[in-house]
């Protein structure tokens, strides 16, 4: 069967840092998406992997490696406004997408 | 702006009372999903339109059908709503044009109550 591992709930302080973990076993491998996800809303695009290593976009990054089927979704100098859960998807051989129930981040101040 | 709009955002129903919930998009993006979500779970996928093709997805109960009359508008139709079907349905849309990264844009979501 096909799986998304993800912690189910996380938190961190207000100005830290904090790395979301994702392990996949998916059935082939077309790419990795991280979604953010708040309370009572629809989910919206954060950030696509393919290839292995780090990808940078701001105060958010995300990590791949295919090998481990291991990624990691990392956010700096967290603010409050990034209490939220946060999806992980993978597409996998049929370019189905695979996701993940998410992990919940709570932000302290 | 360019969005997918999703309407109503609570929808309250009865039990075995039909709803149909609706979506429609402005970014004219030929591939459109709908997804049932319930707390803290992943979403899960009903069905999805290649644009005219329509995908049904192997465990999607026959009391959930779609329509999509055009390629702006997408349908939900719950045929007899049993309180298990009380969910967030989520619309999406990608253009999918075979790179596979493309990334999907969802609605606000309908979160159905059945009462």
């Known amino acids: 069967g096909q799986n998304i591992d993800q912690p189910t709930e996380m938190t961190a302080t207000e100005g830290a840092i904090v790395q979301i973990n994702c392990t996949y076993q998916?059935?082939?491998?077309?790419?990795l998406f991280w979604y953010q996800q708040h309370a009572g809303e629809a989910p919206t695009f954060l950030s696509y992997?393919?290839l292995d290593g780090l990808e940078e976009k701001g105060r958010f990054s995300s990590f791949l490696s295919r090998s481990k089927g291991y990624s990691y979704l990392l956010l700096k100098e967290l603010q409050m406004k990034d209490s939220a859960s946060y999806l992980c998807?993978?597409?996998?051989?049929?370019?189905?997408?695979?996701w993940g129930a998410g992990t919940k981040l709570i932000i302290k101040p | 702006d360019a969005m997918v709009i999703q309407n109503p955002r609570y929808q309250v129903t009865q039990f075995g009372k039909p709803v149909t919930l609706s979506c429609s998009q402005t970014?004219?993006?030929?591939?459109m999903y709908w997804y049932q979500q319930k707390s803290s779970q992943a979403p899960k996928l009903l069905f999805h339109y290649y644009d005219k093709d329509f995908n049904n997805e192997a465990d999607t109960p026959d009391n959930f059908q779609s329509r999509r009359p055009n390629t702006s508008f997408c349908f939900l139709d719950i045929r007899s709503p049993g309180l298990g079907d009380a969910a967030m349905y989520l619309c999406a849309t990608s253009r999918d044009d075979g790179a596979g990264n493309e990334k999907l844009f969802f609605g606000s979501g309908t979160q159905l109550s059945v009462l």
């Open positions: 992997n393919v």
């Open positions: 970014l004219n993006h030929n591939v």
């Open positions: 998807a993978v597409r996998d051989s049929n370019y189905q997408l695979i």
């Open positions: 998916t059935s082939g491998f077309n790419g």
